[in-house]
């Protein structure tokens, strides 16, 4: 059985055997979670993500003009490098999908969740650390997501023996709190 704790505060702080980054589908860094895992990682986690990066199919990955920029990880998938140097010994890396109003995404985004855990029983982690995934720059309302993410990892089989959601702010964990009751 999986135990499910609630933390605030900054996920690059965790000590943890898997931390799981909120990460863009280039899986070259970014803003937010993203920025923050591969900064305070260090180069290796870059390095390793662009060895992953040669190893994808081309996607359908753009510029903001359209044109294309070659390979990347698909929305909903998951992957994992070194932690660097961080207090972990990897970092999964998962594409959570933007929010819309047209279209449905919570299938993409409950697949963050469960690709995660299938990563991290590959790799033996026993402890997971997980951000808000898709609740930041990518719009999603914090309540869904708070809702998406704990009954995901709730219904999930994994071996993972703890996840640990390590959220930013109050309002974040008291949405996650709310849902985990």
């Known amino acids: 059985m999986t135990t499910i704790r609630l933390v605030q505060g900054d996920i690059t702080q965790e000590s943890a055997d898997a931390i799981v980054n909120a990460a863009n589908s280039s899986l070259l860094g970014g803003g937010g979670v993203d920025g923050a895992i591969h900064r305070r990682g ?19 990955l753009r510029s903001s003009g359209g044109t294309p920029i070659g390979k990347g990880l698909a929305t909903g998938r998951a992957v994992a490098t070194t932690a660097g140097e961080l207090d972990a010994r990897w970092v999964i890396h998962t594409v959570g999908p933007r929010h819309s109003g047209e279209e449905d995404r919570s299938a993409l985004l409950a697949s963050c969740y469960r690709e995660s855990l299938r990563v991290a029983d590959e790799l033996g982690a026993r402890t997971v650390a997980f951000p808000a995934v898709s609740a930041g720059i990518y719009g999603w309302p914090i309540d869904d997501a708070a809702r998406i993410a704990v009954a995901t990892v709730q219904e999930t089989r994994t071996v993972v023996e703890e996840v640990r959601f390590v959220l930013f702010d109050d309002r974040t964990y008291r949405a996650f709190a709310q849902h985990l009751r």
């Open 42 to 60: 260090g180069p290796a986690i870059l390095a390793d993500c662009r060895k992953l990066r040669a190893s994808l199919p081309h996607s359908r």
